[in-house]
């Protein structure tokens, strides 16, 4: 069956996919892994996204898939061409079989570059919550550090004590770590998604319960 077919099982709430997210051009590489629902909007998976690699949803973004760009449209003109909705399109709208990619670009000036990949459509396990943490390596960059470059080129400067601007970044830096993951706060904010979700299945299905009476 194509994953894409709308059916029982692809329209279900309890339907999941795995979703890797890498950042492109971190050597080493930095990714995160999830279990994501397929019936959250692309505006809740970007909130997923963010909340995975520890950005602050300070600044633009948007999705591409074959070309076709996703985000929130403004009543600005950028010359970009169309954006799509994503408070209107579902993750389950756009998957492809067996596996899907999409560029997730964060912070227009920065330029975070990010893939997505989705593979393992399946039902989820009721009992537990999804979104849900599978795993990752190292941290992502702080916001605002000037893009992939500019934050290699800050780890060596904090690396090189001899550097004129050693201290000037380490003090920027606080106490960032590039090689440590701070999961507690990723944990609770992927609790509090989920808790939004399963409240609305809730709502849902006693609004259902109340018809048929």
Known sequence: MNQADPSPGATSFHEIATLRIELKDSDPLIWRELEVPTSVTLKVLHDIVQVAMGWLDYHLW????????????????????????????????????????????????????????????????????????????????????????????????????????????????????????DEIPMQYALSRIANRRNAAAKRLKNEKNAGND
């Open 62 to 181: 948007e999705f591409t898939v074959d070309d076709r760009r996703y985000g929130l449209p403004s009543d600005e003109d950028w010359g970009t061409g169309r954006l799509y909705d994503a408070t209107k399109v579902r993750l389950r709208d756009i998957l492809k079989p067996r596996r899907t990619r999409i560029d997730y670009l964060y912070d227009f000036e920065d330029n975070w570059e990010h893939r997505l990949i989705i593979t393992r459509v399946r039902q989820g396990d009721p009992g537990l919550g999804y979104p849900r943490y599978l795993g990752g390596e190292r941290n992502a960059p702080p916001e605002d550090c000037g893009g992939i470059h500019g934050f290699y080129d800050m780890l060596a400067i904090l690396a090189n004590q001899d550097h004129p601007d050693h201290a000037e970044i380490a003090e920027w830096l606080d106490e960032y770590n590039p090689n440590t993951i």
